[in-house]
């Protein structure tokens, strides 16, 4: 099952390690970009419409664990 998006309250936690902080994401993305060029050819994506965004899998930058990243609540800053 993939693993959701963190939000204002989650974040991701590797279960076997304790890495908080970096993580390698396999994303599959399908969207409608609004691109803006200027004259000289260089472009800008003005708008952005996800049509899917889904986080396939999840793996722990520090000891490579696929299948032990979690959400977990976000510590209050006090
Ligand atoms: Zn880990």
């Known amino acids: ?6 939000d204002s309250t989650t974040r991701w936690r590797c ?4 890495n908080l902080t970096r993580f390698d994401v396999l994303r599959t993305k ?11 050819g260089s472009w800008t994506v003005e708008e952005e419409t996800a049509l899917v965004d889904d ?8 000891c490579g664990a696929d299948d032990s990243v979690e959400l977990v609540a ?3 800053d006090v």
Request: proline letters at 3%.
């Open 55 to 62: 986080i396939e899998n999840v793996t722990c930058r520090w």
């Open 1 to 6: 099952m993939a693993i959701s998006v963190p």
């Open 30 to 40: 399908r969207s409608k970009q609004y691109w803006h060029f200027d004259l000289g």
């Open 74 to 76: 976000r510590v209050e």
């Open 15 to 18: 279960s076997r390690c304790g």
